[in-house]
Antibody
């Protein structure tokens, strides 16, 4: 069974940092591109960042470019999102999601982890 | 960046009725790379449709997608109780990947 389990969310002050993790199981992790998608409270979905299966290619939304870094450790079947210089508008539930054939749409999602940026 | 506009914002219908949801793109979606997701409160999104009209695994045939270019439609032929949720379209033909603002299908 494919599973994605996010962790690392919490309360952080503006300007602070946080690292999210997503542990994958039930499939060959290195064969799949994965993304982070976020959802602000009561709002819609926003794609944040993506990384190829071998980690060689990364992509970012303009809203996080230069502040967030996506990475993966295929030996640990884990995806990461390092978030620096956090802003109030980064408050959201962060989901990791598996891409189908590196196409850009998502067939499996984690349950999400809440990041709250507030003083 | 391709902007996706979903309408209506809320659809109030009764079980057994037909639901028609619209997703309009600000420019043509490459190769009709358009997906639809369903999201229920407190849950992650669930993939319904990809490639504008292909059903994902396990999705019943009362749910269908259609359209091309800039205009896409998700149709639920007969609403079941489990279909009341929020629906999002997403284009993956170009980066950045973008989502529509969502349509809530609520019980009338």
């Amino acid at each position: 069974e494919v599973q994605l389990l996010e962790s690392g969310g919490g309360l952080v002050q503006p300007g602070g940092s946080l690292r999210l993790s997503c542990a994958a199981s039930g499939f060959t992790f290195s064969n799949y591109a994965v993304s982070w998608v976020r959802q602000a409270p009561g709002k819609g979905l926003e794609w944040v960042s993506a990384i190829s299966g071998n980690g060689g290619k990364t992509y970012y939304a303009d809203s996080v470019k230069g502040r967030f870094t996506i990475s993966r450790d295929n030996s640990k079947n884990t995806l990461y999102l390092q978030m620096n210089s956090l802003r109030d508008e980064d408050t959201a539930v962060y989901y990791c999601a598996r891409e189908v054939s590196a196409s850009g749409f998502f067939d499996y999602w984690g349950q999400g982890t809440l990041v709250t940026v507030s003083s | 960046e391709i902007v996706l506009t979903q309408s209506p914002g809320t659809l109030s219908l009764s079980p057994g009725e037909r639901a028609t949801l619209s997703c309009r793109a600000s420019q043509s979606v490459n190769r009709n790379y358009l997906a639809w997701y369903q999201q229920k409160p407190g849950q992650a999104p669930r993939l319904l449709i990809y490639g504008a009209s292909s059903r994902a695994t396990g999705i019943p045939d009362r749910i269908s997608g259609s359209g091309s270019g800039t205009d896409f439609t998700l149709t639920i032929s007969r609403l079941e109780p489990e279909d009341f949720a929020v629906y999002y379209c997403q284009q993956y033909g170009s980066t950045p990947l973008t989502f529509g603002g969502g349509t809530k299908v609520e019980i009338k």
